[in-house]
């Protein structure tokens, strides 16, 4: 057994006892173990049945062993790999034997599972992000309780994608880096006015307010990040410079000199885009005003791992830049400035999360029972390893209305670009 | 009348005598001028007819007038402004009194002429680039002859955006900073193989293999260019690591660690993506190399400007980011790592070149009689008028395969990226 802090827990017996099979494989049970263990062979995974047989033939040692613990498990992985190895792991019907994170990473290395014509079917009947279903989706997800993710985040509670100057930088450096990297990007300058959609627990927007001068209006739909942020904001002084709104980035008005927006595009859906392009035509681009979007995308249009998306992040889709690029910012009347993706600093950051989270897995349990650690170890292990082979991609945009200059001469240039003659 | 390098030449008496016109204007002539009057009132500039009248009631002083030499010429700019003004200009049937540059940058500032439905039409109808008509098509521009480029742009002969690294930088810095630039963001390291598709005279292969120790082929189907550039690599000792290829792109073969093109996508066509993608796919994506595409784009899909694809560049069409992205990139297998809008840097490139196609204006003419010098003053400062405005864009695409790593870990990292565990 690996003293990986990813090695999985131990079977609860309760488990076991629920399961369909006797203790004896059937040899309907062998020829479906031998075709998945075909499908996932070139991974070097190890699939074993719950009497201990296995078809493996995988040239020398295995990354890691799958233990199916019952015969709907088997079925399961036969059928749709993609959704039934999540509940499988998260139930414990599934076991990992060896480290997690590699383990998912090799079989996220093969090539797409024979579940993509339900993924495409399921895009298709997706109902889009209403106003309500948007609520119910953030809540699922953001509003577990900020003591949970205290657990695990960096002390300011940021939970996207850090941006890692060196290899070597801590957690807290790169996400302090990001917010840097993000207002730099926008060229913020002392008195001017952003307004940011999906605030989180706020970090972006005192980091705004506090380094670079600026007002800020920030918008969320959590109720128990906003509380978060408000407190944050009244005990350093900012209050007055800082408003956190309740509401949906749907609802935004006023005029601002920028705009931005730090992971919530993924929630925003597809069908959702021309709303946000809309927005942005009215509450920036009209006014001369740029932005920034940092949001996890893809390559080619895909939808969200069906596993991830029905228990972590109902409503999600991760889209493409032609995707964002013409149903989003074109009809803003909004130019690409600058497009730089940071899928690497995704998997680093992820792999710093899944540290802290194996250190505070006790308390997780003790708070939300068994199934609750080993779902987020799946998810963690599970994005790292999607952004690491570049499965998945994130991606920072900058644009600006298109009569209006770009807002610096060049990348490195500190200083507003004076139009040439 | 203004002192500018762009104003007009006087018009030759020989045209006026070949105007259907009389020296008067009827009522017909007087309506039709004060409805284009009214379409061109917003930019301040003055239409005024043969016989000296003018139905300009805009405010203040005009930023330059619009001279029309006879009833053909103003039915033409009533029909189909974007492609007549062109002609008309060429020819001397109009004349542009004041400053060519600002006068065209104002009329580029209006709304979309009446003309787009004619663009989509004609982009309807365009036949795709076969390849024999891309060798039609680069011949009809590029093949002007050496000399003629020669008189006017740097001499390395560069003729695509470059890069100033602060607003007073040379055409000549620029061009050296721009190569530095595409090298640096490709990460080229001694000994690695690249491919160049649409060398040009030769100047950034001949700097990569100069400077950065690389392999290179540079494909061309440009006769003279592929000339001159062969002449230069044997007098500078290069011609050991430069091989250029007389050849369309779409025969491109073997393996390279980087493909680079600089200007050569705007050429390509939409119809012709697909060739590109799977020439991609075949000669880095499989061996894991990555690339560069430097392209005049667009923020949303329009055919280019009528005259200037009727006179200057056939068969060309600035694509957006998103077509690039879905119908090239994505179809290679390649992930987007970084985009950067250079248009800026075009406006001020296409203004250095105005001014020394000024300088060699009497030489051009003397060669080329007097039409060309004025179609070729009137596409310098229209294409500096659209990049100043926003009306077209410049990009820089790096892009690696989906599943290596991107060439750094970040923007400013010389080093090669080690993948974080």
Known sequence: MASSVFSSTALPPARRARTWAGPRTSPFDRWLSARVQR?????????????????????????????????????????????????????GRLEVRGPLGPVVEALSGLPAPMSTWWDRLHAVLMPPNSRTGARRNVHHHYDLGNDFYALWLDPE?????????????????????????VCQKLRLRPGETVVEAGCGWGALALHMARRYGVRVKAFNISVEQLAHARARAAREGLAGRIEFIEDDYRNVSGRFDAFVSIGMLEHVGLHQFHALSEVLERVVTRHGGRGLLHFIGRDAPRPLNAWIRRRIFPGAYPPTIAEVASRVLAPAGMSIVDVENLRLHYARTLACWSERFAAARDAVREKYGDEFPRAWELYLAGSQAAFATGWMQLFQVVFAPRESAPPSWTRDDPQDVDAPA
Chains 1, 2 share one sequence.
């Open 39 to 91: 499908a996932i062979e070139a991974a070097a995974v190890r699939l074993e049945l719950w009497d201990g047989t296995s078809a493996y033939r995988g040239p020398g040692a295995a990354v890691g062993d799958l233990v199916a613990h019952d015969r709907r498990t088997l079925l399961g992985l036969a059928i749709n790999p993609e959704l039934w190895f999540g509940d499988a792991y998260m139930s």
């Open 157 to 181: 509670l940021v939970y996207t994608c850090a941006y890692f100057a060196h290899p070597g930088a801590t957690l807290e450096e790169a996400q302090s880096a990001k917010h840097d990297r």
